[in-house]
């Protein structure tokens, strides 16, 4: 039910319950949340793009839309006071020099219609949420519940908390974009474009998730605390890919699709996978560098021939940047070394750290396991966000 001239029961009426919405009420409650989210697009077009994203590997059989409703309206007739959606996600954990792979949720689309906010229907979804996610379909892992899960808040960093989903690191450094003219810094000539294929062989193969395996439990076995990680699958890269073609698709359908999917260096070893944010506004536009791999160098001439590579990679993100009108590169919580190569190209580019927009929360509940109270999160990157 859409309409909002109706009776509302109080947020903390036992009568409201948190339930996964029926495919009709998912397109419902898409078309609530569009007022906020379908940016350039019409409502046919945005609800065609959920559906598309829907479609893709890593939400086709995890993504669940729940809606907060009142139990005593029939199904098919429910007033949706509020929602949200979770995504399942392939993780690790590591405690103790000991790694596992385990399961966790993404949420995302956490959406109140205006003329119901204020009767605390989002507190009382997320009070639900708590409860039913940890176990929510988890009956084939080997612990049987998530140890944790994560969201990305738009709206600060203290409503979220209170349920448990604590803000983490949320920093980026961000570059404008540059003309083919534009000066280069760094060996451009080592730089090459990086197709989907190329990020599959270099940012998600086997020797690459092996590393970060050995990097957890190397970590958890010199501090203590768990640390964990989203796995940076293929799938997530794919899903990211699906948003920009789409957007693509329909607001330049004069261009063909973006294929160039990111750059790296053979020689240095260093790889970044990007794709592009198309928004409501000009300063929407963002190329975002979702994931960068590269080795840790082992001496002063290796960092220095390490640090020049990225500097050249992100001239190219910045030249792409601008042949797609882009507003700007960002790259988020940037390394030391990511930090020096920005310096090379912006000498007056700072690290933002972010207060109020895509603020990095997780709720952690190992410690029910006996995997302790403080948790690390290793690859907080862009490609995590849902």
């Known amino acids: 039910m859409i309409a909002a001239n109706v009776s509302l029961p ?12 029926t495919p009709e009420e998912r ?23 959920e559906n598309h994203l829907f479609a893709q590997n890593l939400t086709r059989d995890g993504l669940t839309c729940w809606i907060l409703v009142d139990k005593s309206e029939p199904e098919g007739d429910r007033t949706i006071l509020s929602s949200c959606e979770t995504y399942k996600k392939k993780a690790l954990l590591a405690h103790g020099g000991r790694v596992e792979d385990v399961s966790t949720h993404g949420i995302g689309s956490v959406y109140c219609r205006p003329e119901f906010r204020g009767k605390g229907y989002a507190k009382r979804m ?14 084939k892992e080997s612990r049987g519940k998530a140890l944790f899960t994560i969201l990305f808040s ?13 803000p983490f690191l949320s920093s980026h450094m961000a570059l404008p974009p540059l003309s083919i003219g534009g000066q280069s810094n760094g060996n451009a000539n080592s730089t090459r474009d990086l197709y989907a294929e190329d990020v ?29 990680a989203i796995i940076p699958d293929f799938d997530h890269f794919v899903w990211h890919w699906a948003r920009e073609e789409f957007f693509s ?16 260096n053979d020689e240095a070893r260093v790889y970044c996978a990007w794709n592009r944010n198309f ?81 990095s929360s997780l709720r952690w509940t190992g410690a029910q396991q006996g995997l302790g109270d403080d948790v690390e999160w290793f690859l907080n990157e862009k490609y995590t966000w849902c």
């Open 279 to 359: 928004g409501e506004e000009p300063e929407d536009n963002v190329l975002y560098i979702l994931r960068w791999v590269y080795d840790d160098p082992q001496s002063a001439e290796e960092e220095q021939t390490l640090v020049q590579a990225m500097a050249a990679i992100l001239r190219r993100a910045q030249r792409e940047a601008h042949e797609w009108n882009m507003h700007a590169v960002e790259f988020w919580n940037p390394t030391p070394l990511l930090q020096k190569a920005v310096k090379m190209l912006d000498s007056d580019a700072q690290v933002v750290h972010r207060e109020k927009s895509s603020i």
């Open 249 to 264: 698709k329909n607001l330049l359908p004069h261009r063909s699709p973006p294929v160039i999917k990111g750059t790296g």
């Open 126 to 139: 997320f009070e639900e949420l708590s409860g039913k996610l940890d176990t929510w379909k988890m009956e």
């Open 10 to 21: 109080p947020g903390d009426s036992p009568d409201l319950i948190l339930v996964p919405a």
């Open 27 to 49: 397109i419902t409650s898409i078309k609530l949340n569009s007022v906020a989210w379908k940016g350039p697009l019409d409502i046919d077009t945005y609800i065609e793009r």
């Open 200 to 228: 599959e062989k270099f940012i998600c193969n086997e020797s690459v998730t092996a590393k970060l395996r050995d990097q957890l439990c190397d970590a958890s076995q010199k501090t203590t605390g768990s640390k964990i």
């Open 154 to 166: 738009d709206i600060g960093k203290s409503f979220y908390a209170q349920f448990g989903w604590k």
